[in-house]
């Protein structure tokens, strides 16, 4: 058998090497042949004449399929593409330009793989993909300055041109049109001339630089109309009569008007020309059968000469047969996959964009919302503070009926707006959770004692039980745990009827540097129902419309919780009966702070809970920065209602002024103020004066951050509309504060 296997092979060499020997001479003639009807298609091609081009490059394909000289066929599938584009048939034309690139890449045939690129990136650029074009407009002058094709390098300029002039970049434009000339290119030198000259032209004529572009559209005319190139002079005309009809001289603009019709016409007659196509893509494929009987023939002969061995015959068929259907089904696969790829290609720029659009009308829903949000604060700050002030004026009881309402509807649409504000926050990934010492004790307290008097109002009791166990001092973020815990209390004060709500807080475990702490929020109220229980977290969602109508709200409160809560790595959970009431409980971990204090003593504990109602605050004076006269009035107003007297600065620098001579009790500072703002004012007056208490006033909008107040020197922020309430008991805190700051300072 290896004896056997030697024979063929020594004897299949022989063959071959007749073979090649002979074919040598007929090689060279069939060069010729083939490089001069390549030459022919392509002059044909520039005149528009396509059909009859592309008769020319079968032609020249079947010969170069007779040579199986791959790169021939390449060629001509190159330049059947060039044909295609040119007729805008871009599909068929990127089939054909991705098999000679294929052929191309595989022979390193780099000079002819270049212009395949150069023909792929302005196939591209047809397709309106830029990005792609001017990649391949790269990779191809690369190619081509590598592998001496200096020649074609005009070609690349030309397409770069046409590139910036579409994007209106007009010096670059020009000057790669100048780079390309002059023109060597041995094919098609005259008609690339003909094209930088009228893409210059259009370029001067995009430039309104009309007699530059008139001058050098008759030169190209010289060329094309000479050699007969229609599409350049189609292209001249239009611009031609353009020009003129800018210039008034209506004649001459009519008369290339005319020309520019009757030659695009006749030229752009795509039914025929697709006709035609058709027609010598079926003698393509007729030729192909003829080539496959041939080979087939062959096969039979080959087979006689080699009866001696049966096997070796019916071995060689077999593998002919296989390589066949082999390269068959590659050809098919790789004309799949390059469908496929360019499909997908499409459906991932398309994805790419909807992306893109669905970021970008998140991105305006949230401003639109932040926006709205704060200039409903404003009006509304004087709607809620006016009508406070009339409340307190001893009003008649019928006003007091309405001026209620008014205050009831007030509270409403502030908390409504607070809460899409910051919902709107959350969305927009601006809310950050921060990660300072705190004492949850005294956290949990405030909270208690801040709702103390809500609970009044449904006949509740509200306390709190707090694990002995627990850490005193903790790291995290106090500020939006207080909130969590107003938000749940206030839920179930607002549900439950002379009965007890309670904020628990358990230690679950504990490590070293780590606590994790169960709170649970337990009323006695009217509990939720099972098919409700899964929507209460989402957006807007309540109850039911009668537990709206009873209770009112918004069905915004859980929903903030819900996301507070993520950001701090914990979940919220519930459990409830009708009826009897509901637990909301989650367990957050905790860094434990380094620093811990001693137990809170009883001294401090007074202190902390104790009610804000009685500070003295009369015979205070303070300043108001604020350049907004209505809140001028009512801030003032609020203040003379507690006797404190008050100074007003407009703007910032007035209030530098001030603080520098007079001592105030405190500072109230408008952030959003014109010229010096809020922030900088306090920044200011800090280096001066530590002193002195300052509270922000502020509408908090979706790009601002509380800490930044802290961080310039702000004692407190109360964020505008303000209730009437918290403005007075922040007030009355940061003078606790200072006062207690103050003795602890002597005391020490
Ligand atoms: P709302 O502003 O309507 O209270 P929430 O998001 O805070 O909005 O609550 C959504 C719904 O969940 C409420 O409308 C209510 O039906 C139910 N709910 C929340 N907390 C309780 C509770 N403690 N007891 C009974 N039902 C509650």
Redesign the pocket.
């Known amino acids: 058998m290896k004896s056997l296997n030697l024979y063929i092979f020594i004897l299949l060499g022989c063959l071959s090497f007749t073979y090649t020997a002979a074919q040598r001479p007929q090689e060279e003639v069939h060069n010729y042949r083939i490089n001069s009807l390549f030459k022919d298609a392509c002059a044909l091609k520039n005149k528009a004449k396509y059909s009859q081009a592309l008769q020319k490059l079968n032609e020249g394909l079947n010969i170069a399929e007779n040579g199986e000289d791959l790169l021939l066929i390449a060629k001509s599938r190159y330049l059947q593409a060039d044909i295609f584009l040119t007729m805008g048939m871009l599909d068929d034309a990127l089939v054909f330009i991705n098999y000679a690139e294929k052929i191309q890449r595989e022979n390193n045939a780099m000079l002819d793989l270049g212009l395949t690129l150069l023909l792929k990136g302005e196939l591209y650029f047809a397709q309106n993909r830029h990005i792609d074009a001017s990649d391949y407009y790269d990779d191809a002058e690369d190619l081509l300055r590598e592998n001496n094709g200096q020649q074609y390098l005009a070609k690349v300029y030309l397409a770069k041109a046409k590139f910036f002039l579409k994007f209106n970049e007009y010096k670059s434009a020009i000057f790669h049109l100048e780079n390309a000339l002059p023109v060597t290119n041995e094919y098609e030198g005259e008609f690339i001339r003909a094209s930088i000259l009228t893409t210059l032209g259009e370029v001067y004529f995009a430039q309104k630089n009309y007699n530059r572009s008139e001058l050098i559209l008759n030169e190209s005319l010289k060329i094309s109309e000479s050699d007969q190139f229609p599409t350049l002079r189609v292209k001249a005309y239009e611009i031609l009569s353009k020009i003129y009809g800018n210039q008034n001289d209506i004649e001459k603009a009519y008369a290339y008007q005319n020309a520019f019709y009757s030659l695009r016409d006749s030229i752009n007659n795509i039914d025929k020309l697709k006709r035609d196509i058709r027609e010598v893509e079926a003698d393509a494929s007729a030729y192909k059968d003829r080539l496959n009987a041939d080979l087939q023939l062959q096969v039979e002969e080959q087979a006689k000469t080699l009866k001696n061995s049966k096997l070796t015959t019916i071995l060689s068929s077999f593998l002919l047969i296989i390589i066949s259907l082999l390269a068959i089904s590659l050809y098919r696969n790789n004309q799949i996959k390059v469908k496929t790829n360019d499909l997908l290609l499409m459906k991932n720029v398309e994805l790419e964009t909807a992306k893109e659009e669905a970021i970008k009308a998140m991105q305006t829903k949230a401003n639109f919302l932040s926006t709205v949000s704060h200039e409903l604060r404003t009006p509304l700050y004087a709607v809620t503070g006016l009508t406070h002030l009339l409340l307190e004026e001893n009003p008649s009881e019928s006003q007091k009926e309405h001026l209620k309402s008014l205050k009831f509807s007030g509270d409403y649409l502030l908390?409504f707006i607070n809460?899409i504000l910051q919902i709107n926050k959350i969305e927009a990934k601006k809310l950050n959770i921060q990660n300072i010492d705190f004492d949850i004790n005294k956290i949990i307290k405030d909270v208690i004692s801040s709702l103390t008097q809500t609970a009044k109002e449904n006949k509740n009791t509200v306390n709190c039980e707090i694990d002995s166990n627990i850490p005193k001092q903790l790291k995290g973020d106090p500020l939006k745990l207080s909130q969590i815990f107003i938000?749940?209390v206030?839920?179930?004060l607002?549900?439950?009827e002379n009965g007890e709500?309670k904020l628990k807080a358990s230690l679950v475990s504990r490590t070293e540097n780590r606590a994790d702490i169960l709170f649970e929020?337990i009323?006695t109220?009217?509990?939720?129902s099972d098919d409700?229980i899964d929507?209460?977290?989402e957006?807007?969602?309540?109850?039911?419309i009668q537990?709206?109508r009873k209770?009112?709200?918004?069905?915004?409160?859980?929903?903030?919780?819900k996301n507070l809560l993520e950001l701090m790595d914990s979940k919220i959970n519930?459990k409830?009966e009708l009826g009897k009431?509901?637990t909301?409980y989650f367990t957050i971990p905790f860094e434990i702070s380094e620093q811990q204090v001693s137990p809170a003593t009883s001294e401090n504990d007074k202190k902390n809970s104790k009610e804000y109602d009685d500070i003295i605050f009369k015979g205070l004076h303070f300043l108001v920065v604020e350049d907004n006269k209505i809140n001028q009035v009512i801030t003032k107003k609020m203040l003379l209602a507690k006797d404190i007297s008050c100074d007003i600065a407009e703007d910032g620098y007035m209030a530098i002024e001030k603080a520098k001579k007079e001592q105030y009790a405190v500072i109230l500072m408008d952030i959003h103020m014109p010229g010096i703002s809020g922030l900088k004012t306090t920044q200011e007056i800090r280096k001066f004066n530590t002193e002195v208490p300052i509270i922000a006033l502020t509408a908090i909008s979706l790009d601002e951050n509380t800490d930044d107040f802290y961080a310039v020197g702000c004692n407190d922020v109360i964020t505008k509309p303000f209730r009437p309430d918290v403005f007075y008991s922040k007030i009355a805190k940061v003078l606790t504060e200072n006062n207690s700051v103050t003795q602890d300072s002597i005391e020490s």
């Not at 709200?553 to 859980?558: Q, R, S």
């Open positions: 908390a809460d938000n749940l206030s839920n179930g607002k549900f439950t709500v929020i009323d109220g009217i509990g939720i409700m929507n209460i977290f957006s807007f969602a309540q109850g039911s537990i709206n209770y009112g709200g918004t069905g915004l409160g859980l929903t903030i919780v519930v409830s009431g509901s909301f």
